[in-house]
């Protein structure tokens, strides 16, 4: 028998690793909705300023918190790429829906003019 160190053996080893793995990988996914979370409300608060006081700037408004007027142009700048990309997936969803409802259209167009024998040949 080969010398061992004592520890746990290779399937041990890899029974914990993958249990830390899916613990970390959870604190993780905990730390980021929690971060999204309060991304959402530092963008609704900086929304609402920049809305109602159009004069004042955020850097302004935010008083002695840095880095805030380059955090919130950037995060704008992100925000209209992500709004772009969405209206283009939806853009085209509707126009995949749109094809599919006028080939049916089509598709039944098609089979009203066939007669009843047509028809039963073709088993519609």
Do not use: F
Request: net charge positive; hydrophobic share 30%.
């Amino acid at each position: 028998m080969p010398c061992q160190d004592g520890g746990p053996s290779p399937e041990e080893y890899y029974r914990v690793t993958k249990e830390n793995d899916r613990k970390e990988a959870a604190r993780r996914k905990a730390i980021k909705d929690k971060l999204d979370n309060l991304t959402r409300m530092l963008c609704d608060i900086c929304t609402v300023i920049e809305r109602h006081h159009p004069d004042s700037s955020i850097q302004q408004s935010a008083g002695s918190v840095s880095g805030l007027r380059i955090w919130w142009d950037a995060h704008k700048k992100i925000d209209e790429k992500r709004k772009a990309k969405e209206a283009l997936a939806k853009a085209d969803k509707e126009r995949k829906e749109q094809a599919t409802h006028d080939r049916a259209a089509l598709r039944q167009a098609g089979i009203e003019k066939l007669t009843l024998a047509e028809r039963k040949a073709l088993g519609l």
